[in-house]
Structures are given as structure tokens and as C-alpha cells.
């Protein structure tokens, strides 16, 4: 069964380091997004991606943050500047189409994020 | 901001009992999914109720939306070890359908 896949399952960084969080969408996938869930909270939208660009983007989505998918396979969110907030699980999302009734976004297993 | 609010926030039930789950709003959803997550793991799709009204069932689990689509509940029946994990809501928002708003979660214990 197609799954979406993350690495690495563990990041542990320092402060004000660069981080690039990769995810491989489900191959025919065309909408991918980035969620993240800070320890003990709910899962937040961080931002959606389609057509080689960001379709929208939370709040929380600052100058900090890119998405980039570099190759035919790969969708990426850096974080060029970690700060201790920073430190949750983030999970990479896709879809077939744009998310509505009819269609489920998969859920990679997830990055867990920790910055020192 | 749009929030979704679950309630219990915990449970612990004996297998064989029933539970309900609740997942309120102020906010009108397009449609509302429920998942479920493991530790360590993303959040698996279990169902998506789109009609106001609308109930869904899923074996032991019933899935109903508001008829205003702004809550929804989770019904299991007979409830299993094999149910304990975390619940949650997420709605997609009207006019905007590329992203999903999480409720707060259920964490759910089913005892033998």
C-alpha cells in the first residue's frame, strides 16, 4: 500500500541551526501540506503546496519556514533558524486532489523535532 | 480562528462499554473527518461526513455531523483494547479546502 514517508524519524539540533525536514509523497500525490504537533497539543496546519508553489500558509508559517519540492519525488520543509518552540513532531501530508469529501489526505509517520 | 473543541478530553472505559466522543464548533465546516493516531505515528484517516445530518457507521463505530456542520460525535459500541489511542476531528473549512483544522483529541483507555 503507497505510503508517505519521512526522515528522519529523529532530529535533534541546536538552536538557531538550519533544519530540512524531507518527505516522499505517494507518487501520483499532486497536493502536499506540512502539519506539526507541539508535545501535548493539537495538530496544526502549517502550510499546503500544489503546483510548485504554496497554495496557503498558516500564522505560524513565518519567513522562517520554506517548502520546496526539488525533484520529482521529494517535498521538503526547511526551518532556517531552529528556535526552542520549534521542537514538535511534524507530520508531511498529500492528496491525489485538493482535499475535500471525496478526498483523503495520507499522513506520513512523522519527524519529531528537537531543538537544544 | 477556528477551533474545534473534544470532549472528554480522557477516557477510560472497560471493554465492553459504550462511549461518546464530541467534537463542537462555532465555525460551519464544509465537511469533518475523524482520525485516529497511534504514538509515534500520523494521524489515520477514519471517516469524512460531509451532509449535515449525516451518519456513518464504521463497525462498532457511528459517525454523525451536525445538521448545521458545525459538530460532530463519535459513537463506539462495545468498545475494545484494541480502540485505546487518540481520537480526533478535523474540518475542513467552507470556501477553503486545502487545509484541516484539528480539534484538541481524545485520548482513549479501554481496559480488559
Known amino acids: 500500500e503507497p505510503e508517505v514517508t519521512q526522515t528522519p524519524s529523529h532530529q535533534v539540533t541546536q538552536m538557531g541551526q538550519e533544519v530540512i525536514l524531507r518527505c516522499v509523497p505517494i507518487?501520483?500525490?499532486?497536493?502536499f501540506y506540512w502539519y506539526r504537533q507541539i508535545l501535548g497539543q493539537k495538530v496544526e496546519f502549517l502550510v499546503s503546496f500544489y503546483n510548485n508553489e504554496i497554495s496557503e500558509k498558516s500564522e505560524i508559517f513565518d519567513d522562517q519556514f520554506s517548502v520546496e519540492r526539488p525533484d520529482g519525488s521529494n517535498f521538503t520543509l526547511k526551518i532556517r533558524s531552529t528556535k526552542l518552540e520549534d521542537s514538535a513532531m511534524y507530520f508531511c501530508a498529500s492528496s491525489e486532489r485538493r482535499q475535500g469529501a471525496n478526498t483523503e489526505a495520507f499522513f506520513g509517520q512523522g519527524t519529531r523535532l528537537t531543538v537544544v | 480562528t477556528q477551533l474545534l473543541e473534544q470532549s472528554p478530553q480522557f477516557l477510560s472505559i472497560q471493554e465492553g462499554e459504550n462511549l461518546t466522543v464530541y467534537c463542537n464548533s462555532s465555525?460551519?465546516?464544509?465537511?469533518l473527518q475523524w482520525y485516529r493516531q497511534e504514538p509515534g505515528e500520523g494521524p489515520v484517516l477514519l471517516v469524512t461526513v460531509v451532509t449535515g445530518g449525516e451518519v456513518k457507521k464504521l463497525k462498532r463505530l457511528t459517525f454523525q455531523f451536525g445538521d448545521a456542520r458545525k459538530d460532530s460525535s463519535l459513537h463506539i459500541t462495545a468498545a475494545q483494547p484494541g480502540d485505546t489511542g487518540l481520537y480526533l476531528c478535523a474540518g475542513l473549512h467552507t470556501g477553503t479546502a486545502s487545509k484541516l483544522t484539528f480539534g484538541t483529541g481524545t485520548r482513549l483507555q479501554v481496559t480488559l
Open positions: 507518487s501520483n500525490h499532486l497536493y
Open positions: 465555525s460551519v465546516f464544509s465537511s
